[in-house]
T-cell receptor
Framework: GENVEQHPSTLSVQEGDSAVIKCTYS??????FPWYKQELGKRPQLIID?????GEKKDQRIAVTLNKTAKHFSLHITETQPEDSAVYFC??????????????FGQGTILTVHP | NAGVTQTPKFQVLKTGQSMTLQCAQD?????MSWYRQDPGMGLRLIHY???????DQGEVPNGYNVSRSTTEDFPLRLLSAAPSQTSVYFC??????????????FGPGTRLTVT
């Protein structure tokens, strides 16, 4: 099966700085890579995703990059704000067969943005 | 749309008791999943379903059963509760959003304590 490793486990930045979270995956057949944000006591919510035929995707202050050869992908948050403080999870999805809809998650990164 | 709903929100069980966590979605999504979330371990897949009548095991299926008789409902049954099953349980549903993108929606979670 798929294995996803996420680093760092905690990240502390000053407001306005950039934050980068990195994930690696094990199965080269994975083709979809979403990122989820989970605020304290709430459910995870999708913030951005990327497919394996795309190298980079941006949405305002958030961007995701994918390196298929190295099997890693990263979340970049620019101009961080205190409301970006949350736990962020990366995930990967295998192609085909009974793996449809099955995501494997990383362990999570606790991001703290200090005002 | 109510989205993904879960009941109950909180539950305390004694070791050896059984119970069913309910999950329902009204978005006509074909894929549904159950995850457990433990500190420092991210979201781990328990069971998932690619449609009514079709289920499969995830990473941590032992001690749990599922069934999917309708598109809308995906209950998770704990057969004989153990303290190791103390966790927050999330149900999620997803659909194929064009190509290989799968947007996954989470329910609000059930916090289960087994004493």
């Amino acid at each position: 099966g798929e294995n996803v490793e996420q680093h760092p486990s905690t990240l502390s930045v000053q407001e306005g700085d950039s934050a980068v979270i990195k994930c690696t995956y094990s199965d080269s057949a994975s083709n979809y890579f979403p990122w989820y944000k989970q605020e304290l006591g709430k459910r995870p919510q999708l913030i951005i995703d990327i497919r394996s035929n795309v190298g980079e995707k941006k949405d305002q202050r958030i961007a995701v990059t994918l390196n298929k050869t190295a099997k890693h992908f990263s979340l970049h948050i620019t101009e961080t704000q205190p409301e970006d403080s949350a736990v962020y999870f990366c995930a990967a999805r295998l192609t085909g067969g009974t793996s449809y809809g099955k995501l494997t998650f990383g362990q999570g990164t606790i991001l703290t943005v200090h005002p | 749309n109510a989205g993904v709903t879960q009941t109950p929100k909180f539950q305390v069980l004694k070791t050896g008791q059984s119970m069913t966590l309910q999950c329902a979605q009204d978005m006509n999504h074909e894929y549904m999943s159950w995850y457990r979330q433990d500190p420092g371990m991210g979201l781990r897949l328990i069971h998932y379903s690619v449609g009514a009548g079709i289920t499969d095991q995830g990473e941590v299926p032992n001690g749990y059963n599922v069934s999917r008789s309708t598109t809308e409902d995906f209950p998770l049954r704990l057969l004989s509760a153990a303290p190791s099953q103390t966790s927050v349980y999330f149900c999620a549903s997803s659909y194929r959003r064009g190509g290989t993108s799968y947007e996954q929606y989470f329910g609000p979670g059930t916090r289960l304590t087994v004493t």
